[in-house]
């Protein structure tokens, strides 16, 4: 069954440093989305793309963010210059349809020191 | 914001017990999802609800969409010690730029015991 695959699996990084977090969605999907999960919690959507576009994000993503898809497969999410508060699992998702569900990757652990 | 809450927050049964947790939310959504989560990994889609009232089976699990909108549950049957989990559910809007976007509930923790 395909799926969705995430890198790395963990991310430790110094607060003020760039972080790239890495995603391959499910190869016919259009959509693609990154969501946040800081521990303990529940998951807080943050970015939603499409046709190389940004379709919506939260109040979370703020300029620090930047979403790219930079070939045909691959989906990044970059944090310029990360903040204590950024520590947290991220997790991409795509969908196949507008209003199809979505299908999460297994994530990846942010830790910033 | 939108909030959906989700009941119970946890949960401890015996193997082999039915489970029904639910989830209410402070405004409509036209699509319903119930996702379970294990450590350490990603939300995994269990079932896609998108008539209101609308009953849905997915082997041991069944999911109901409340006719206001506003709500839905999902009953797990005769519980195995994998069915062990967080329980999300997650409301869906459409987004006019493309895609859609899932409001997440605040999870249902499920513990079973042998």
């Known amino acids: 069954e395909p799926e969705v695959t995430q890198t790395p699996s963990h991310q430790v990084t110094q607060m003020g440093q760039e972080v790239i977090l890495r995603c391959v969605p499910i190869?016919?999907?259009?959509?693609f989305y990154w969501y946040r999960q800081i521990l303990g919690q529940k998951v807080e959507f943050l970015v939603s793309?499409?046709?190389?576009?940004?379709?919506?994000k939260s109040e979370i993503f703020d300029d620090q963010f930047s979403v790219e898809r930079p070939d045909g497969s691959n989906f990044t999410l970059k944090i310029r210059s990360t903040k204590l508060e950024d520590s947290a699992m991220y997790f991409c998702?795509?969908?196949?349809?507008?209003?199809?569900?979505?299908?999460f990757g297994d994530g990846t652990r942010l830790s910033i020191l | 914001g939108q909030q959906l809450n989700q009941s119970p927050q946890s949960m401890f049964i015996q193997e082999g017990e039915d489970v029904s947790m639910n989830c209410t939310s402070s405004?409509?959504?036209?699509?319903w999802l119930w996702y379970k989560q294990d450590p350490g990994e990603g939300p995994v889609l269990l079932i896609a609800?998108?008539?209101?009232?609308e009953l849905t089976s997915n082997g041991r699990l069944t999911a109901q969409f409340g006719i206001t909108r506003k709500d839905s549950f999902l009953n797990i049957s005769a519980s195995i010690p994998s069915d062990v989990g967080i329980y999300f559910c997650?409301?869906?809007?459409?987004?006019?730029?493309?895609?859609?976007?899932?409001?997440f509930g605040t999870g249902t923790q499920l513990k079973v015991e042998l």
């Open positions: 405004s409509i959504f036209n699509t």
């Open positions: 997650a409301g869906q809007e459409l987004l006019t730029g493309g895609g859609n976007k899932l409001t």
């Open positions: 998702a795509s969908s196949g349809l507008q209003g199809g569900p979505q299908h």
């Open positions: 793309f499409y046709n190389n576009e940004i379709s919506e």
């Open positions: 190869s016919n999907h259009l959509y």
């Open positions: 609800l998108y008539k209101a009232g």
